[in-house]
């Protein structure tokens, strides 16, 4: 299989993260808590574009993996971003480049571990919730300076436990029709708050995620996924997350009065399928196409 062209992105970006000197600045919150608040390292994000690139077909306006296709063409290539995310000094970055790192990593391990299923069957059992998480959560997928982490680490023990932002739920792929949508973009330190808002955004958007008719409030379930981790199960303040989403007549009637129902959260696993795995998602032949695994 022809050699995947990202690789000497990969490798020369880490001279980049191990730039900027240490300064040891530590919270007791969370794993990896260490940053270099003086640094302006940051991760090369090109081998994720190339992913998105090179694997995903939009359909009403979700970016959908092509996970057969990926088995085929992508493997090489995945190995290899791991070894590179494995490799970048996380604890030398500034903590908003910290936290597109993890949000990148957690969502490109998701694709991988669907990568290396075989085939997805039975996804709602694999998946779990995050409160009684899965197979497919609880594995471990990646080790970051000697620390093996699961989905799950990154979310409770790293994400939430290290960042008071209630939007990072929106910024968490799940594999599902029902949850937010793949970001097409990379995050990044300089923009990772306000694109967390954008998808935040783009989520109560859809009526089906949050609707407010009368004095009903509609949510979808997704949101009491993440209750105990974003929300500390405290439902205050999730109604008060809710309301900065809602038009500004009903912001006090989401916020305190309002009567919340939910709408079932769809665990389905989504993915595109194509016909022939040897012509890209351009419509192009893999064979010396430039892009993603040649």
């Known amino acids: 299989m022809p050699k995947s062209r990202p690789s000497h992105v990969l490798f020369a970006a880490m001279a980049v993260a191990l730039a900027s000197p240490l300064v040891a600045n530590a919270e007791d919150t969370a794993l990896f808590t260490t940053y270099d608040a003086s640094s302006t390292a940051a991760v090369d994000n090109s081998p994720y574009i190339n992913m998105i690139e090179g694997l995903t077909a939009t359909q009403r306006g ?3 993996v092509a996970y057969e296709f990926a088995r085929i063409q992508a493997r090489p290539f995945f190995a290899q971003y791991l070894r590179y995310l494995e490799g970048v000094q996380v604890d030398q970055l500034n903590r908003d480049e910290q936290l597109a790192y993890w949000l990148n990593t957690r969502n490109f391990l998701l694709i991988k571990g669907a990568v290396d299923e075989n085939r997805i069957r039975r996804y709602k059992q694999l998946r779990g919730t995050p409160t ?4 497919f959560w609880t594995e471990k997928r990646i080790r970051v300076n000697g620390t093996e982490l699961s989905l799950q680490d990154i979310e409770q023990d790293i994400l939430f436990a290290g960042w008071d932002d209630p939007n990072i739920i929106f910024g968490l792929y799940q594999g599902s029709k029902g949850g937010p949508v793949l970001p097409r973009e990379p995050f990044a330190g300089a923009t990772v ?4 808002a954008t998808a935040g955004r783009r989520f109560n958007a859809d009526s089906r995620n949050f609707r407010v008719r009368g004095d009903t409030v509609r949510i979808s ?3 009491d996924w993440y209750l105990p981790l974003a929300y500390n199960n405290d439902e205050a303040k999730l109604r008060t997350h809710l309301a900065s989403f809602a038009d500004a007549d009903a912001q006090v009637l989401v916020q305190d009065t309002a009567k919340l129902t939910r709408r079932s959260f769809s665990t389905d696993f989504e993915q595109h399928r194509i016909r022939q795995t040897n012509v890209d998602l351009g419509g192009r032949s893999s064979a010396g196409a430039g892009g993603f695994g040649s």
Not at 132 to 135: L, R, S, T
Not at 193 to 196: N, W
Request: no cysteine; proline share 14%; charged share 20%.
């Open 62 to 64: 979700r970016p959908l």
């Open 221 to 223: 379930e997704y949101f």
């Open 193 to 196: 708050h306000q694109a967390l």
């Open 132 to 135: 009684d998480p899965g197979a």
